[in-house]
């Protein structure tokens, strides 16, 4: 595709729900990022993956968040019994080559999470 | 730990008169630096980036950034703004080498608001 796109781009969910938050990168980019972004703060990184290696996920806030990555494309984000902390907007990113600080990441519109 | 400090968190000019957005890090090392730009409903788009040499830095959308090691500072510029310029503009770092490079460290932002 031409860019990275996110569904939804809105989610308005129940606390204590799942919800499921999907990415799909630009065609051939190989590493992919999630941040979280929320009110008045910048990005806050949550997981990233390269290839087939095991993805970092040290920024994940707590381990009811979750991420796959399925044939090295298409991300899903997964947070179990959502709390209203969890509201914001996650923003998915992807780049082409290794990954390192010198590869641009191309972020997608985001989806905005509201939890009530 | 490394940190990002945009100061200012909200600015208002006019069209047409210039602007400067202020942007300054606490690293360990030079990091490399980045300049994005997220408009309403939109992703992250790349602005500009400093990795080495010429410490001013051209970007798209006729702006540019100066890094001043001595100040650890990586101030953005653009010379007359424009109305279509009116967004919220994020200043970031990354590591130039070692495990977890690819992780982009960002400022909270700083929201352009220009009256026509």
């Known amino acids: 595709g031409a860019g990275v796109s996110q569904s939804p781009s809105n989610k308005v969910t129940e606390k204590g729900k799942d919800v499921e938050l999907r990415c799909d990168p630009i065609?051939?980019?190989?590493?992919l990022y999630w941040y979280r972004q929320s009110l008045g703060q910048g990005l806050e990184f949550l997981i990233y993956?390269?290839?087939?290696?095991?993805?970092?996920k040290s920024g994940l806030p707590s381990d009811r968040f979750s991420a796959e990555r399925t044939g090295g494309s298409v991300s899903t984000l997964t947070i179990q019994r959502t709390q209203q902390e969890d509201s914001a907007v996650y923003l998915c990113a992807s780049s082409s080559i290794a990954g390192g600080s010198t590869d641009t990441q191309y972020f997608g519109p985001g989806t905005r999470l509201t939890v009530l | 730990a490394q940190s990002v400090t945009q100061p200012d968190i909200h600015i208002t000019v006019s069209e047409g008169a210039s602007l400067e957005l202020r942007c300054n890090y606490s690293y360990g090392a030079t990091p490399y630096l980045f300049w994005y730009v997220q408009s309403p409903g939109q992703g992250l788009q790349l602005l500009l980036k400093y990795f080495s040499g010429d410490t001013l830095v051209q970007g798209i959308k006729g702006f540019e950034a100066e890094f001043k090691r001595s100040q650890s500072s990586f101030n953005l510029r653009k010379p007359s703004v424009h109305w279509s310029d009116a967004a919220e503009y994020f200043c970031a770092v990354g590591p130039r080498s070692g495990a977890g490079s690819y992780q982009l460290t960002f400022g909270k932002g700083t929201k352009l608001s220009v009256i026509p």
């Open positions: 065609s051939g980019h190989t590493a």
């Open positions: 993956f390269q290839g087939n290696s095991a993805p970092d």
